[in-house]
């Protein structure tokens, strides 16, 4: 009972950690980051789906719970063919179990910046975020470890250039 209990916490544990970036998320690894924006202008939006990763993790924690419980079948040879199966009952349900924990919604748009390019950028949909329509003025970051559509209508669009430092000899 305490090796189902024990396996049960791992599962959970493990799948929690599944949490994906969106418009108000950041990674640790972020934290710090200088991460550089160009301005553009909203061209198109599209809701797409999002075909997460699967790390194998829900597999191996789905063969040890169908093991675990396969082993309280049959006796002899038939417990190890429970065990066998048990396992690989639960391997595939774990892995199914992650693939639909990792999918999800996204946002995909298409956007022109103000150096003339034009980029498309798919983000995940996250409860909370802004849908931007078309014609949005938006920032476009341009480095880190997950791109983003951020706001820009609450942006001036004309500043004094920054006072810098004038160093003399």
């Given amino acids: 009972m305490k090796t189902k209990l024990l396996l049960a916490c791992l599962a959970v544990a493990s799948l929690s950690g599944c949490t994906k970036p969106g418009q108000n998320q950041y990674s640790h690894k972020d934290v710090g ?14 809701n797409v789906d999002i075909i997460g990763e699967n790390t194998g993790v829900g597999a191996l924690i789905g063969a040890g719970t169908g093991a675990g419980a396969g082993s309280y079948l049959g006796g002899g040879t038939g417990n190890v063919w429970a065990i066998a199966g048990g396992a690989l009952i639960g391997a595939a349900a774990g892995a199914f179990a992650e693939q639909g924990i990792s999918d999800g919604p996204g946002i995909e748009y298409a ?32 480095s880190g470890s997950y791109q983003r559509v951020l706001p820009a209508d609450n942006l001036p669009e004309q500043i004094k250039r920054p006072k810098g430092i004038k160093i003399i000899d």
């Fill in 33 to 46: 980051q200088s991460t550089l924006v160009e301005f553009g202008t909203v061209l198109a939006v599209r």
């Fill in 111 to 142: 956007i022109i910046k103000e150096n003339g390019q034009t980029v498309t950028i798919v983000q995940n949909k996250k409860e909370g975020d802004i849908m931007f329509p078309v014609g949005s003025r938006v920032l476009v970051q341009i």
